[in-house]
């Protein structure tokens, strides 16, 4: 066999084998489309909305987490994609509702009575832990309330439910229940922080246009103090 022919032959077999190698890296990528798909099936709930409308709605479980220091777990509940008048600038998967459940007897609890609202933050509050600290107590996590950043109307009439309509502030026990409105028509929130060894809650927000700083205890979720921060506009 001259060198030519060879290295025909080599090159034939060479291909042969990216053949082989394109065609099983597609069967794979079609296989994990295809588990992904029926995972995510698994997990859906077709809904259809109680509006008399005839476009089901497709409603998603997430993972089920630990509520730290609690004998509670939750499961937030999510819309497949954006559209409709939801939106929530990710490309779809918006909180509708958080089905808490705790105890042996697995006893449930809706976060909202209804799934019509776009959940915008979702946080448990829970204590930092200090690894170095001698106390193997003071190493735990143990949450403290459920801080939730809420849309339930289209205020800007813009046909959506996103960020920039009314935001509604709530706390809740880390059991997702005694929900409680701590502030309403909010603009936006800037930033929120647990203080007073982890007991208290600071929210510094706008509302009205103006930039607000209130403190709230975790324990009774009531006011404790106000400061209006007018110095930014005096200063522009």
Excluded: C
């Amino acid at each position: 066999m001259d060198r030519s022919r060879l290295f025909d032959v080599i090159n034939k077999i060479n291909s042969v084998l990216l053949l082989v190698v394109l065609v099983g890296g597609g069967i794979l990528i079609i296989t994990g489309i295809v588990l992904s798909n029926q995972w995510q099936d698994r997990r859906a709930v077709q809904v259809t909305p109680d509006d008399g409308g005839d476009e089901e709605i497709e409603l998603i479980l997430r993972d089920i987490t630990d509520v730290p220091g609690h004998d509670t777990q939750y499961v937030k509940l999510h819309s497949r994609a954006r559209g409709g008048k939801f939106s929530s600038y990710s490309g779809g998967g918006e909180t509708r509702n958080v089905l808490f459940f705790r105890g042996v007897n697995l006893n449930t609890h809706w976060l909202y009575d209804e799934h019509t609202f776009y959940i915008s933050e979702f946080a448990v509050l829970k204590n930092k832990v200090d690894k170095y600290l001698d106390s193997e107590k003071d190493k735990k996590e143990i949450a403290k309330a459920i801080y939730i950043e809420v849309i339930k109307s289209d205020t800007n009439r813009n046909e959506e439910l996103d960020r920039n309509d009314a935001i509604s502030v709530a706390l809740a026990d880390t059991n997702g229940e005694n929900l409680k409105v701590i502030e309403s028509d909010v603009q936006s929130v800037i930033d929120y922080n647990l203080v007073d060894e982890y007991r208290q809650l600071v929210l510094l927000f706008q509302k009205n246009d103006k930039v607000i700083l209130k403190k709230f205890s975790l324990s009774t979720f009531e006011m404790l103090s106000e400061n209006v921060i007018d110095e930014i506009s005096r200063k522009l």
